[in-house]
């Protein structure tokens, strides 16, 4: 808000606000300190996206970089013939345009790392919710990986910020180190235009957090926003996608929550449980407001 009060554009707001998040050692799920891969490595995913002309921006399983969300600006800016680098080329890149370089992993995420895949009970990726069979496969899964590739030795999940400027235009952010104890070299919705990341000045935008897969395969975030150009509610919206996406049949099923915002600032969010909250600030604010998500 402070980026946005000073006469920024949203995409200055939200990359500001994202770093803060990215930079969070108490956050396991993004930037510096984020749950590794099955290998024991840091793989952090983000994208941006513009309502106005849909650019986009995004760098998947990008290692040794604190900030993706700034590396994906840096696509959306210095590379427009591209929309997406993932692994050694987004790395590639992040070092052509001077970006610094850090140990992600840190001796508390990797002590969760190594506790939570066999001893937890909460849920894989979501605000300290309860694990369902899904998550419960899961984590089966994972163990199997960790041993078959032999690894080194708070409200936490996928961050989504989108933010309004007074000239109208909107940006949609999505950062996150992925699913926990993933296969190396996933890639989530959160790199993805239409799954993890949608905005449309004409008629909003929406991003996904929770289990990628699944909002990758039902196009989430786009059936959000295509839903806010019919006339729905943002809340409303984000409920219905998360409907159909619950359709689909997935083994390893978890939670998917989204959120949403239409260009004259009415926002919305919903999730699968009870108690998912989401943060808002205007330019009456004096402080973040949370706001429930509805309950698909």
Known sequence: ???????????????????????????????????????G???????????????????????????PISVARAVLEKLPQHSL???????????????TTADLITDESRELWRKQVADSRESVEGENTAAT??????????????????PHDGPWGTINI???????????????SGYPYKYPGRVGDSALPGAGNWCDLRAGGAACTGRGELSM??????????????????ADACRAALADAATLPDDFR?????????PDGRHGGAAGQQGSVYGLMTDASTEPEFRPRIVL
């Open 41 to 67: 490595e840091v793989e952090l995913d983000a994208s941006l996206m513009i309502g106005s002309g849909r650019r986009f921006g995004a760098v998947g399983a990008l290692k040794g970089y604190p900030n």
């Open 162 to 176: 989108i933010a309004l400027d007074a000239t109208g235009e909107m940006c949609v952010g999505v950062s996150t």
């Open 254 to 262: 978890a939670e998917l929550r989204a959120l949403a915002m239409t």
């Open 133 to 150: 069979d899904g998550d419960a496969r899961y984590r089966e899964s994972a163990l199997a990986l960790i041993r078959r590739l032999a």
């Open 217 to 234: 395969r039902g196009g989430t975030a786009r059936t959000i926003v295509e839903l806010l150009s019919a006339g729905q509610e943002p």
């Open 1 to 39: 808000m402070e980026v946005l009060r000073r006469g920024g554009s949203a995409l200055d707001a939200v990359e500001a606000a994202m770093r803060r998040c990215e930079d969070n050692p108490a956050d396991h799920y993004v930037g510096t300190a984020g749950l590794p891969n099955a290998r």
């Open 85 to 99: 680098l993932v692994g050694e080329g987004a790395a590639l890149f992040a070092e052509e345009c001077g970006f």
